[in-house]
């Protein structure tokens, strides 16, 4: 951290969402917790556990949660272990999760279910909603609230087939809290980013294909990295941005600006 760089020391953070080194969200924590803030991982599934315990160790996490999203007991019950480990205020709340079954991603888009379109909804938007209400009170002025979206919210990008909607309802969702959350003095926003390589990322069919393309006609002719992201979400999670809410911030090298 240089002189230039805010310090969030004394801030507190949870981080939901982690599933291994590549996850978006990993990067925001240790970015994080490399600014001073005392950090606790969530993550969604106990065969992660091995993967994501050792992430906690090695940024001195304060804690490390699993934690499904689509129950509101196991979201009560990880605010109360994070209460513990770092105290009654949450300065820093981050979203790192999305989810649609495989079928509804490999399948012509008209044939998603009702039950797969319901969870995608559920896992990649409703969970934002719930984690801010569950928080509650914890989340005082001067707090801020992130998420990840990608254009797929915006655009038809082949592959993403229900995962579109989800993502454009999630940016919808962040707009409506931010005015929600905005006469308490806390900031909800987004980041957008290009395609980067992750777990959920695998799941997208013709993933390879699509990396290749964005580094072709991007702007800035490549791909961004993870730490961009990363750097890019401290800024709206920062002082930096204390008077930034309810914004998409595309971390894309420009691609989203193109028409064709």
Known sequence: MDSTTPSLAGKTALVVGIANDHSLGWHIARRLAAAGARVALAYGDER???????LAESIAAAACVRCDVTRDAEVEAMFATTDTALGPRLDLLVHS???????????EFPD??????????DVS???LVGLVRAAGARLEPGAS??????LGAERVVAGYKVM????????????????????????????????????????IP?????????AEKAPLRRNVTAEEVA??????????????????????????????
Do not use: Q
Request: net charge positive.
């Open 231 to 260: 750097e890019a979400a401290f800024f709206l999670l920062s002082p930096m941005a204390s008077a930034v809410t309810g914004e998409i911030l595309h971390v894309d090298g420009g691609f989203n600006i193109l028409g064709v």
């Open 145 to 150: 609230v992130l998420t990840l979206s990608y």
């Open 125 to 127: 938007v409703y969970s």
């Open 97 to 107: 999760v999305a989810f649609a079954a495989r079928e509804d991603l490999v399948g």
């Open 48 to 54: 992660l556990e091995r993967r994501v315990a050792p």
């Open 112 to 121: 998603t279910s009702r039950a797969g379109f319901a969870m995608a909804m």
């Open 164 to 203: 579109g909607p989800a993502k454009a309802a999630l940016e919808s969702t962040v707009r409506y809290l931010a005015e929600a959350l905005g006469p308490r003095g806390v900031r909800v926003n987004a980041v957008s980013a290009g395609p980067v390589r992750t777990l959920a990322a695998a799941g």
């Open 206 to 214: 013709g993933f390879r294909e699509l990396l290749k393309g964005h």
